[in-house]
């Protein structure tokens, strides 16, 4: 308990030093929390906002949509306005010819045109919207021509046509609100000059016209808000839904990794361990030969009563850290609880595992932790017990079984020795012993 105190403690006092580093989680929550603002939206019309940061990702999203929606809305477009040329004969009986001429030569071919190089193109989005708006705006000027140059009153059905067009593009497009204003003003004008040049000269047509364009391009223009409003949040929520999938996926994770972890030495816990030599043994080539070490520290109860526990968790951390060191770069180190420890060195052999584990025994010793309570020497000590085999033919847990018997033979013959039992020779069992200094 003192030992847990001293942790938090003094984690206490590393907070007070230092500012708090901003994790990937954190970033995360903080870009989930800025979706949600942009999603409740405000300004003007309730205008939905894109973080600036995800203005590209937005763009690049909803790319192949504009674009599929320009192509479709030119191609419906263009069969509203073919199918009309039914009414010509009563619109424009004088000049139904070239009404006709307009409709079938020069409307329908350049529509086809235009539909072919939009879903064809892969040039910039403005210039393909640039485009169809300006296909829209030759279909309203031929139209206004055919005002002007007839004498019928009737013509002036082809104003209304031409609004009723406008409302659809300006609808079906997905068009910036910048180009719409653009549109809408072209067309106006158009229309207006039409009416000035048209068979009924009166001025108060003029304010009709006014009038229609704010019925027809009001509504229209919300509706296009809307619609891009509805894109947008979209967008805002399956980035929204991204970034909590991948807040959740961080949280398992770090769970993971604190289910498999020892808070107190930071070495893998029991459960860690075996899932990392799981790991290892998917890794580990054909006829490889792995061994297990299992350490155990000489005389620590004696230890933690005469030092107190916490002087014992801070040598467990201690040798941990010696234990990691030593072990590198092939070992794999885990706390198996207490102060025991193991170590999984995979793809060694016999003659180099007597160095290393020799090297693993040293390496505490050499730290000098003051031990004058010990039996064996005046500093702390470990014994090794540790056993060599092939995964093919020796199981983990014989493995397991055969290092720890290992280790009580170095126990038994006086600790702060190293006990090696080859499985693939059962006749090399020996217990090493080696000098009390490192």
Request: charged content about 20%; hydrophobic content about 50%.
């Amino acid at each position: 308990m003192e030992g847990w105190r001293a942790l938090i403690g003094s984690g206490k006092a590393f907070n007070r030093r230092r500012p708090v580093p901003r994790t990937m989680e954190t970033t995360m929550q903080d870009d989930a929390t800025e979706l949600d603002q942009a999603l409740e939206g405000g300004g003007q019309l309730d205008r939905v906002s894109i973080p600036p940061e995800l203005s590209r990702a937005f763009a690049d999203a909803t790319l192949t949509v504009r674009r599929r929606a320009l192509s479709k809305s030119v191609v419906i477009g263009l069969g509203f306005y073919e199918a009309f040329a039914l009414g010509d004969a009563f619109a424009v009986p004088d000049r139904l010819e070239l009404a006709l001429t307009f409709r079938f030569a020069i409307i329908l071919p350049l529509g086809l045109m235009v539909v072919c190089w939009l879903r064809r193109t892969r040039c910039a989005l403005i210039l393909q919207q640039v485009v169809a708006c300006g296909f829209h705006l030759v279909v309203v000027a031929l139209l206004a021509l055919l005002v002007v140059l007839s004498d019928s009153v009737n013509a002036l059905g082809f104003v209304f046509a031409s609004y009723a067009l406008l409302m659809f593009m300006v609808i079906s497009m997905a068009l910036p609100l910048s180009l719409v204003a653009v549109l809408a003003t072209f067309v106006v004008l158009i229309q207006a000059v039409a009416i000035a040049h048209g068979p009924l000269m009166y001025p108060a047509l003029e304010l009709h016209n006014l009038m229609i364009a704010i019925v027809i391009i009001g509504p229209a223009t919300f509706a296009n808000r809307a619609l891009e409003n509805d894109r947008r949040r979209h967008f805002l929520l399956m980035e929204r839904e991204r970034y909590r999938q991948r807040l959740l996926a961080e949280q398992r994770d770090m769970l993971a990794r604190l289910a498999a972890l020892d808070p107190l030495t930071e070495l893998a816990n029991r459960r860690g361990f075996h899932a990392g030599i799981a790991g290892d043994l998917d890794r580990l080539a054909p006829g490889s030969l792995v061994a297990m070490a299992m350490i155990d520290i000489d005389h620590f109860k004696t230890y933690n009563d005469h030092y107190g526990h916490g002087a014992g968790d801070e040598a467990l951390r201690r040798v941990a850290r010696a234990l990691r060191e030593a072990a590198r770069p092939i070992g794999r180190v885990g706390r198996m609880g207490g102060e025991e420890f193991a170590v999984f060195i995979p793809g060694i052999t016999g003659h180099e595992l007597v160095l290393y584990a020799e090297r693993l025994r040293a390496s505490v010793q050499r730290q000098a932790l003051v031990h004058h309570h010990s039996a064996t020497a005046s500093v702390m000590t470990i014994s090794v017990g540790v056993a060599l085999g092939c995964p093919e033919t020796s199981d983990i847990e014989a493995l397991f079984e055969t290092a720890d018997a290992a280790l009580y033979r170095a126990k038994a013959a006086g600790r702060n020795r190293v006990s090696i039992e080859d499985l693939t020779r059962p006749d090399m069992g020996a217990c090493r012993e080696r000098p009390d200094t490192g």
